[in-house]
Nanobody, 127 residues
């Protein structure tokens, strides 16, 4: 059974840091592009970051570029998101996702490009 499980969310003050993890099981993790999305209350799910299946390419939204770093450990089937200099506007539920197709990053900013999703982890940044 394919499963993605996020962890690492929590409450942090503005300017602080958090590291999210996403453990994958039930597939060959290293064959899939992976991404982080987030959804704040009353807003649509938005793209945060994406990493290619081999880890050689990364993509970020403008709102997090320079503050967040996406990475993966294919030996551990785990995806990460290091979040630094957090702002109150980063408050959201963060979801990890795996691409629908293997060996293909595709339209990395579109949720429809991703076929498997985790349950989400809450990140709250206080001012």
């Amino acid at each position: 059974q394919v499963q993605l499980v996020e962890s690492g969310g929590g409450l942090v003050q503005a300017g602080g840091s958090l590291r999210l993890s996403c453990a994958d099981s039930g597939r060959t993790f290293s064959n899939y592009a992976m991404a982080w999305f987030r959804q704040a209350p009353g807003k649509e799910r938005e793209f945060v970051a994406c990493i290619s299946w081999y880890g050689g390419r990364t993509y970020y939204s403008e709102s997090v570029k320079g503050r967040f770093t996406i990475s993966r450990n294919n030996a551990k089937d785990t995806l990460y998101l290091q979040m630094n200099s957090l702002k109150p506007e980063d408050t959201a539920v963060y979801y990890c996702a795996a691409s629908r197709s293997q060996y293909n990053t595709g339209n990395y900013a579109s949720p429809t490009n991703f076929g498997s999703w985790g349950q989400g982890t809450q990140v709250t940044v206080s001012s």
